[in-house]
């Protein structure tokens, strides 16, 4: 179609192609979640059904985008890693962290109601994004290191502040003040000695966060079909190539190995989870 002579405004619209050879991580957060999760009564300190639900979407996200290799996700935050090499949109990142941040979004809208059985949607939620390009694979470790050290940190905090307010009857002033300056032992002291919880016993989602990777699905074996003697003796030897007039059956290709993406709630800090994927960070 011949352009108007309004098309020059086009020319005001900047390129903004990320580093090519770069590793991407997409990171989204709920905006205004504090005050969405007390308006939709999420439990305190976690809502296993809000964890959940962001874990629906996470998985809906990556199986439309297969070059999302890796999901890490907490509280109303996630993490998610691209192949080095993906050419998603040209790399440009206006259009990845657009599409990317409202499919995440209409998701979790759509699938609330599976959720929240008796909570209707007050008002719709959002989510900001953004892009972080890394040169390494250490600094993608790293960053997923530190997203789950966060996790412990704010899983701790939060556990045995809402013990002291749920069961030790304080403000949440007071809870404040009591775990103002504590390290990670004092915490844990707290909850032991007055709550009788037992922190390394709390539920991993909770202090790990939720882990989402592709997995490979096994292919059923190859039933094996014995054929009876009298049968066998009748049926004609396959012809070789010379007597098919020299043509060669061409080889099938290689059947690329189905995946199915899972929710695990484990250790992404030493070694053993990226040993275990030697493959993850390399295309």
Request: proline letters at 6%; a negative charge; aromatic letters at 12%.
């Amino acid at each position: 179609m011949a352009g108007s002579r309004f098309a020059y405004v086009r020319k005001f619209e900047l390129p903004d192609s990320l580093l090519p050879g770069t590793f991407m991580v997409f990171r989204l957060d709920g905006h205004s979640f504090h005050r969405f999760s007390d308006i939709h009564n999420f439990a305190k300190p976690n809502d296993l059904r809000a964890l959940q639900l962001m874990d629906h979407a996470a998985r809906d996200l990556m199986e439309e985008y297969p070059d999302i290799i890796l999901g890490f996700g907490e509280s109303d935050e996630f993490s998610f890693l691209l192949r080095k090499s993906t050419d998603l949109y040209n790399r440009r990142q206006a259009k990845i962290v657009s599409t990317l941040t409202s499919l995440f979004t209409s998701s979790y809208v759509f699938h609330w109601s599976s959720y929240f059985l008796d909570t209707p949607l007050q008002y719709p939620p959002s989510f900001d994004g953004r892009i972080v390009l890394y040169p390494g694979e250490q600094q993608i470790r790293d960053y997923f290191a530190w997203r789950q050290a966060d996790t412990h940190i704010n899983n701790l905090y939060n556990t045995a502040f809402w013990a002291l307010v749920q069961q030790g009857g304080e403000t949440t002033t007071q809870a404040h003040h009591t775990l103002r300056g504590t390290v990670s032992k004092e915490k844990h002291e707290i909850l032991f000695s007055r709550f009788q919880i037992n922190y390394n016993q709390v539920d991993e989602q909770y202090r790990k966060g939720s882990v989402l990777v592709r997995q490979e699905i096994p292919e059923p074996p190859t039933a094996q079909v014995t054929i009876p003697k009298e049968l066998d003796d009748n049926i004609p030897p396959v012809p070789e190539p010379s007597q098919t007039g020299g043509k060669k059956t061409k080889p099938k290709r290689d059947v690329k190995q189905k995946t199915k993406i899972v929710v695990l709630h484990c250790d992404i800090i030493k070694d053993e989870f990226w040993e275990a994927r030697p493959d993850l960070l390399h295309d």
